[in-house]
């Protein structure tokens, strides 16, 4: 079936081949509308565009990679894109709408749950469609919809990329767990998970040094090494960045009056070195820029025994290279049977956990 697309008042409506207006979808930007009177239909909104801000990780070859697949492929194709907010999604969506109107391809966005939903969107012509923050926009069931039902399963179909007409799915996601065990993992239905990944010391030096040029180069390396210690997402650099290019401004001074606290526990690797060479080490969840008087404990083990550890976060070492250490003589070591362990570990390092030297994954 050829569908008909009539434009008043900036609404579109979409109708069968019985009434002919448009002889094809009109390029631009829109949004799904419901009302329970008229039902579906699809407002034309500003387009998203990046404007003049700059790009950094590499992502307009991400976008390159996907019109490209797009191109090759003789069904529709799903990208997702995961990872904590503040961290370039959005900005990485608007790439991808540019490059799609460029194409010729008008942009579709779904920002809200109605039944009737994947019909309507089956009905429509070639085109790119959005769902920002799916998973909170369609709760799959665990912590979402009272009835406990799942409002993303009924997505599959649209998803398996069968349709007569081909299309190009882009879905955001804050956190991976709440999807649908029948989305992740299935490039049948999504060709592309790209993650999203906090930006390394590299990527926070650039951006400051585009961003903020009036800042002390001495400054810029503060906040790229304190990028090692703690998540810095760009909605923080962007803040940071603001202060910075001020007059005599030190980062030190800024980062207490910021809001951009570390309140979420971020996940370290800890790395305890024994004299013999060898080294355990563990990943756990810890927030160190909180409550630093209060001692953290952690668990060591190896294939035989175990250690706990307790430390307090005010005793930590922050070298300049950016390492986080645990004084020896801070700390506290007892083994499986609540006694000291005869051997000591000569270093016990912390490393950040989930950044890479660029802040986009793949």
């Known amino acids: 079936m050829t569908s008909t697309y009539i434009e008043t008042g900036g609404h579109v409506r979409v109708y069968d081949d019985a009434v002919r207006t448009h002889l094809e979808f009109p390029l631009g930007t829109y949004r799904v509308h419901f009302t329970s009177k008229e039902g579906f239909s699809l407002i034309k909104i500003d387009d998203l565009t990046v404007g003049t801000e700059r790009v950094y990780g590499g992502r307009d070859r991400k976008v390159d990679k996907i019109f490209r697949s797009y191109a090759l492929s003789d069904r529709s194709l799903g990208v997702m894109l995961s990872g904590d907010k503040g961290i370039g999604k ?7 709408a540019e490059e799609a109107r460029e194409l010729c391809l008008p942009v579709v966005i779904v920002s809200e749950d ?17 769902f920002d923050e799916f998973e909170k926009t369609f709760p799959a069931g665990r912590r979402g919809s009272a009835d406990g039902t799942n409002r993303q399963n009924q997505f599959l179909p649209l998803f398996d990329g069968l349709s007569s007409v081909k299309r190009l799915y882009c879905v955001t996601v804050n956190d991976i767990a709440d999807v649908s065990t029948y989305i992740v993992n299935r490039p049948g239905r999504f060709h592309y998970h790209m993650r999203f990944e906090y930006p390394g010391p590299d990527e926070v030096r650039q951006y400051l040094i585009d961003q903020a040029p009036r800042a002390h180069r001495d400054e810029i390396e503060n906040v790229a090494l304190f990028s090692r210690r ?4 760009y909605d923080h650099l962007r803040a940071i960045a603001f202060e910075l290019d001020q007059p005599d401004t030190l980062f030190a001074e800024i980062v207490e009056d910021l809001n951009i606290k570390a309140v979420e526990p971020s996940t370290y690797r800890i790395e305890a070195r024994f004299p013999d060479g060898k080294v ?8 160190l820029f909180e409550r630093g008087d209060v001692a953290r404990t952690f668990e060591l083990r ?60 793949f």
């Open 90 to 96: 959005t900005l990485f969506l608007r790439m991808v």
């Open 114 to 130: 109605n039944d009737g939903i994947v019909e309507f969107l089956e009905s429509l012509d070639e085109c790119l469609i959005i």
């Open 230 to 233: 703690a998540r810095l997402n």
């Open 280 to 287: 355990w080490a563990e990943e756990v969840e810890m927030n």
């Open 302 to 361: 190896n294939a035989n025994r175990s250690i706990f550890a307790t430390f307090v976060p005010r005793d930590l070492l922050f070298e300049a290279d950016g390492g986080i250490f645990v004084p020896i003589h801070k700390l506290e070591l007892i083994d499986d049977e609540d006694e000291q362990p005869e051997v000591y570990p000569t270093t016990v390092a912390l490393i950040l956990v989930g950044q890479p030297a660029y802040g986009f994954g």
